[in-house]
């Protein structure tokens, strides 16, 4: 994936202890079977040249990004969701790697770490999902700092140090940091600032409150970098909101998040689409009555790989719209 020259790293020492989302995981040699519950997790692991360390997936929000289909085609799936503990015991994992602490942490749908612990399996969840982020509670979690690249560019050094392939992920993060550096100054000054939106990722009951993108999370990172803002002012990672709260804020642009999941029945675009234009509430608004409606793709709203295509996702839907200078 890495587009400039491959840079030079110390290979690693083993044993390796690494601090992890409040813990420290050890790890005596590279890891060789390592099962990934997180779609961005996986793809990173691909992008480092690891598929052949792994040796289960699992938690899948869209296909593998194209670079690595052919990879992943040999990769055992353990479930499209949550898999269950045992099924990720099943393939003897020395390192599991976790994208959401929603799956393994405090209240792990897969498991809590230190259950992995127990049994002698290091955990290594992304620094997205716990730097600056409470996650004691049920749910998504808190966010007490903004999401910001760096975390990913954490993750994939860290990963590296773990398998010995610190040149490769230092030669992906420069990559990714000219990808980004570049996306952001294409669009500097070309959008209409502090644009009022609003990211509708899901809803549990498509006619019940529904799952936006909190004030810190990934999307508002990449409203940020444009020059928008959200109009979702929580701290929570995907508050569930109503709509008539959503109607008092008035964004000027709805953005729906497209995946393939099916878990919500709002997972689906077209039931979010026909909810905005029946709904006595919602169709009301400026922006669906002005059909100021985007579609991004879900990949972007995850912290990883392709994140920083989110930017010019969003901003040429924006543009589209006639939100440009």
């Known amino acids: ?133 409470d996650n004691s509670a049920p749910g998504d979690g808190v966010r007490a700092e903004p999401f910001r690249m760096d975390l990913v560019y954490r993750n994939i050094r860290e990963l590296g140090q773990l398998f010995d392939v610190s040149s490769r992920a230092k030669t992906l993060v420069v990559d990714l940091k000219a990808r980004e550096d570049a996306a952001v100054a294409s669009m500097a000054g070309r959008l209409a600032r502090d644009l009022p939106v609003v990211v509708w990722f899901s809803s549990r009951d498509v006619k019940g409150d529904a799952f936006v993108a909190g004030a810190k999370g990934v999307p508002a990172y990449l409203l940020d970098k444009l020059g928008a803002r959200n109009v979702i002012t929580t701290d929570e990672e995907w508050p569930q909101v109503g709509w008539e709260s959503i109607a008092a804020a008035d964004p000027a642009v709805i953005v729906l998040v497209r995946m393939d999941r099916r878990l919500f029945p709002a997972d689906d675009v077209a039931a979010k689409l026909d909810f905005l234009r029946t709904d006595p509430v919602a169709r009301r608004l400026a922006a669906v009555r002005a059909n100021r409606i985007v579609v991004m793709d879900v990949a972007a709203t995850r912290p990883g790989l392709e994140t920083i295509a989110g930017i010019r996702e969003l901003a040429d839907n924006l543009k589209a719209l006639g939100f440009a200078r």
């Open 1 to 133: 994936m890495a587009s400039g020259g491959a840079v030079r790293a110390a290979p690693t020492r083993y044993p390796l202890a690494v601090e992890n989302c409040g813990a420290t995981i050890t790890v005596k040699a590279a890891p060789r079977r390592v099962v990934s519950v997180g779609q961005t997790q996986t793809e990173i692991l691909y992008a480092l040249g690891l598929a052949d360390r792994v040796v289960g997936t699992a938690v899948w929000f869209g296909p593998v990004a194209e670079p690595y289909e052919a990879a992943n085609a040999g990769v055992k799936r353990l479930a499209d969701h949550s898999p269950s503990f045992e099924a990720v015991l099943g393939e003897a994992p020395d390192l599991v790697t976790a994208t959401f602490a929603w799956h393994i942490g405090p209240h792990g749908a897969v498991a809590r770490r230190e259950q992995f612990g127990d049994l002698g399996v290091p955990v290594y969840v992304s620094p997205a999902d716990c730097v600056g982020k």
